[in-house]
């Protein structure tokens, strides 16, 4: 199986304030705009932000690993070498972590290197990369 880009488009509160944030300090490349919406190259996947006012900040989480992971929240698989290079572009410019960079499950089957922050509306994003990739649906 192929594995196609996705597109997901999310709710923003300030969108010069977030167009800045994944342009500028995630380093994503901008495409197509209006004045209500900004599309992203987030590593080969369109990512959508949408105006949207009074966007909700509500913080739910669930405890994974012993570590109160932020639900809803998205992000994408990378491999270890472009996780690594990401999180430290991000310690770099000063990103505030939910959950810093560490090895999740380790020794088990899914071991991952992963990783949660916020963009400055409150979507949480995550970026994950397996030991192992084949394990990525494994039970």
Known sequence: ?????????I??????????FYRDVL???????SDHWVDFN???????IH??????????TNLV????????HFGVVLDMETFTAFSEKLKKNNITFI???????????????????KDPSGNALAFKAFKNLDQLFAK
């Open 1 to 9: 199986m192929t594995v196609a880009p996705f597109h997901l488009a």
């Open 65 to 72: 690993d012993g570590k109160d992971v932020p639900v809803p």
């Open 99 to 117: 959950i810093e960079p560490y090895i999740r499950f380790k020794g088990l089957t899914g071991e991952q290197a992963t990783m949660f922050f």
């Open 42 to 48: 987030c590593f080969g996947h369109q990512l959508v």
């Open 11 to 20: 709710p923003v509160h300030d969108l010069n304030t977030c167009r800045i």
């Open 51 to 60: 105006y949207k006012e009074g966007a909700s900040e509500e913080a739910i």
């Open 27 to 33: 380093g994503f490349s901008e495409g197509r705009s």
